[in-house]
């Protein structure tokens, strides 16, 4: 069942014949970092209805928030061209992320992998399972850093700003 009461807007359609373009967020801190992050990439390459179509350089970078004494991430973003729905998308990304062996023991705790869906296409959604534009990527440098790498001047929906821009806003 597809959660829709929070909709808030959503212009994506199914049967778009070029696919829908999404952005996400990969970070690994957690075992062996870039082996991690490649095989994510080769397992979305290999993902029927997703086409890597750009990656992001990778940046070495200090854990946000979380328990202290965390080892340092490795993040990328990806531009995708999918055929699958936002919804979709995220159960892929879920999918992905336990092939990993991902484990949520506590909020920013270290992990192996975390995706996380940026943006899908123009959409905003805000519903318990998904919050798309991501509810804090304009603040994160670990996200908009490698997001300028594929697309610096994708906007936001919500906030109407390029990435580039909200990058520059950052201190």
């Not at 929070?6 to 999404?22: F, I, K």
């Not at 750009?54 to 070495?60: A, E, H, K, Q, T």
């Not at 159960?91 to 996380?116: C, N, V």
């Not at 994160?140 to 906030?159: G, Q």
Request: proline fraction near 8%.
């Amino acid at each position: 069942m597809r959660p829709t009461a929070d909709l808030l807007r959503l212009t994506y359609m199914p049967d778009r014949p070029s696919g829908h373009v999404a952005y996400v967020a990969l970070g690994s801190n957690l075992g062996d970092r870039a082996a991690i992050l490649q095989g994510t990439i080769d397992d979305l390459r290999g993902e029927e209805g997703v086409e890597v179509d750009c990656v992001s350089g990778i940046r070495r970078t200090k854990p946000v928030g979380g328990p202290p004494n965390q080892d340092d991430y490795l993040n990328a973003v990806v531009r995708l061209r999918t055929k699958l729905g936002p919804f979709e998308l995220l159960d892929l990304l879920q999918d992905i992320e336990q092939r990993f062996a991902r484990r949520r023991l506590e909020r920013w705790g270290p992990r192996t992998l975390d995706l996380d869906l940026l943006l899908y296409d123009d959409a905003v959604l805000n519903t318990e399972r998904l919050t798309v534009p991501h509810p804090r990527m304009h603040e994160r440098r670990f996200v908009l850093e490698p997001l300028c790498d594929v697309a610096p001047d994708t906007v936001h929906p919500v906030l109407r700003r390029t990435a580039r821009e909200l990058l520059e806003d950052l201190p």
